[in-house]
C-alpha cells in the first residue's frame, strides 16, 4: 500500500503540473478556444478507449508489466511537449499521454482492491483516492513555481523527472500481480457481459458516470462563473485547489466510515447533497462565500468516492479486479470528456447559470437510478 501510494501521488503529481501550463501553450501554437478542448479531450477520448483493452490484457498477463509500460508512455509523452511545434502535435502527444494513463491508475487501483481484506475495502480505496487527490491538487502549485522561475517547459521537464520516480518505484518494489482470469479460466467478454448484467454493477457504473459529467462541468466552468461575478484570477486559483485538496483530505475518514455503514447509501446520500450545493453556487456573489460553498461541495464529493470504489472491490473480486477498475475508470472518463461538451452547449443556450443546474441534475439522476439497482443487488455495498 505504501508503494502504491507513493507511485500514483508521483505520477498524478507530474500530470497536474502541466495541466495549468496546456492552454496557454496551446494558444501559443495558435490554437482557438475550441482546439484547446480537443487538446484536453484527447487525453480523457484516448484513456477511454485503451482502458477496457488494458484491463482485458492485464487479467491475462498481470497489471505490474502494464503499470511500468504506462509509466514509459508517461515519461516520453513529457519530453514530446518540449519538441511539439504544432498544433497537431501536441493534440498527439496528449493522445499518447492517455494512453499511458489508461494503465497506470485504473491498475493500481485494481492491485489496492486485491490487497484489501474482506471488510476494509473502504478505508484502503480511501488511501489510494488520497494519493490520488493530493497529486491532482499538489500538481498545479508546482507547476506556478516551476514555470514562473524557468519558462513553460521546466513544467514538462518535471513530469519527466516525476514519472522516472514513479517508475523506479514499481520496478522496485511493486510485487508481480497474479493473472486473474487465466486463474479462473474465464473469458474475458463472458466476464464483460456479466458485470453490465449485474444491477449492481449498473448502479455502480450510472452514479461514476454522473458524478463525472457534474464534475467536468463544474471545473470548466466554476472559474467563468466566478470570474463573471468580478473575483480575481488568483482567488479563483485557490478556490479551485482548496476543491481539490479538501476532496483529498477527506477520502480516509470517510473510507473508513464505508467499512461500518451502507456503502450505497453512503454514495447516495453523499451525492444528493454534492448535487443540492451545486444549486448554491449561481447565488452567491462573494468570494468567501462562494470558497465556503466549493470546500462544501468538495468534503461533499469525498464522500462519494470511497464506498463507490468499495463496493467496485467487492465486485473485482467476483469478476475480475483489473477489468472491474477500468471499467468504472472508463465510466468516470466518459462523464469527463461529455460533461464539459453538454454543460458548454446549454451555457450557450441559456447563461452561465446552466452547468450547475445540469451537474445537479446528473448527479440526482444517476443517485435515484443507483437507489434502484442496489434494491435488486442483494447483500454487497452493505458495508461492514
Known amino acids: 500500500m505504501v508503494v502504491l501510494f507513493f507511485l500514483v501521488f508521483t505520477a498524478i503529481l507530474g500530470i497536474g503540473i502541466v495541466v495549468p501550463v ?3 501553450y496551446a494558444k501559443e501554437l495558435g490554437a482557438t478556444g ?17 482502458m477496457p483493452f488494458v484491463g482485458a490484457l492485464a487479467e491475462r498477463f498481470g497489471k505490474r508489466i502494464f503499470i511500468m509500460v504506462g509509466l514509459v508512455v508517461y515519461f516520453v509523452a513529457s519530453l514530446l511537449y518540449i519538441w511539439v511545434d504544432s498544433l497537431a502535435g501536441l493534440i498527439g502527444v496528449r493522445a499518447l499521454h492517455g494512453i ?24 484502503y480505496m480511501g488511501i489510494i483516492t488520497t494519493s490520488f487527490f493530493l497529486g491532482m491538487g499538489g500538481g498545479p502549485l508546482i507547476s506556478g513555481f516551476l514555470v514562473q522561475r524557468w519558462g513553460v517547459n521546466a513544467a514538462f521537464i518535471g513530469m519527466a523527472m516525476l514519472t522516472l ?10 510485487p508481480r500481480s497474479e493473472p486473474s482470469l487465466k486463474k479462473k479460466g474465464t473469458g474475458f467478454l463472458k466476464t464483460l457481459k456479466a458485470m453490465f448484467l449485474d444491477p449492481v454493477s449498473q448502479g455502480i457504473y450510472a452514479m461514476r458516470f454522473a458524478m ?20 480575481k484570477y488568483a482567488d479563483i486559483g485557490s478556490m479551485v485547489g482548496a476543491y481539490i485538496l479538501i476532496t483529498a483530505f477527506v477520502q480516509w475518514p470517510f473510507g473508513k466510515l464505508a467499512d461500518k455503514l451502507s456503502r450505497w447509501k453512503m454514495v447516495v446520500i453523499g451525492s444528493s447533497i454534492y ?3 451545486l444549486l448554491g453556487i449561481p447565488l452567491v456573489n462573494s468570494y468567501w462565500l462562494m470558497f465556503a460553498l466549493v470546500i462544501c461541495i468538495g468534503i461533499a464529493a469525498g464522500s462519494v468516492f470511497p464506498p463507490l470504489t468499495a463496493i467496485m472491490t467487492e465486485i473485482g473480486r467476483e469478476k475480475g479486479m483489473a477489468i472491474s477498475m477500468t471499467v468504472l475508470q472508463t465510466a468516470n472518463s466518459l462523464g469527463m470528456v461529455l460533461g464539459p461538451i453538454i ?8 447563461g ?9 441534475i446528473f448527479v440526482y439522476t444517476g443517485a435515484t437510478f443507483m437507489g434502484s439497482r442496489f434494491k435488486l443487488g442483494g447483500r454487497r455495498g452493505k458495508g461492514g
Not at 520516480?165 to 511493486?174: D, H, N, P, Q, S
Not at 466552468?221 to 473575483?231: D, E, T, Y
Open 22 to 24: 496546456l492552454p496557454i
Open 34 to 50: 475550441t482546439q484547446v478542448g480537443l487538446v484536453f479531450s484527447a487525453f480523457s477520448l484516448l484513456r477511454l478507449l485503451g
Open 100 to 123: 499511458g494513463s489508461s494503465m497506470v491508475i485504473p491498475l493500481s487501483m485494481a492491485y489496492v482492491g486485491d490487497l484489501s481484506p474482506v471488510g476494509k475495502e473502504g478505508r
Open 165 to 174: 520516480v514513479a517508475l523506479f518505484i514499481a520496478l522496485l518494489f511493486l
Open 212 to 231: 463525472a459529467l457534474s464534475r467536468g462541468a463544474v471545473m470548466t466552468f466554476l472559474p467563468l462563473l466566478a470570474f463573471s461575478k468580478g473575483i
Open 275 to 277: 448535487g443540492t450545493l
Open 343 to 350: 454543460s458548454g452547449g446549454l451555457m450557450d443556450a441559456f
Open 352 to 360: 452561465i447559470f446552466a452547468p450547475f443546474i445540469a451537474g445537479a
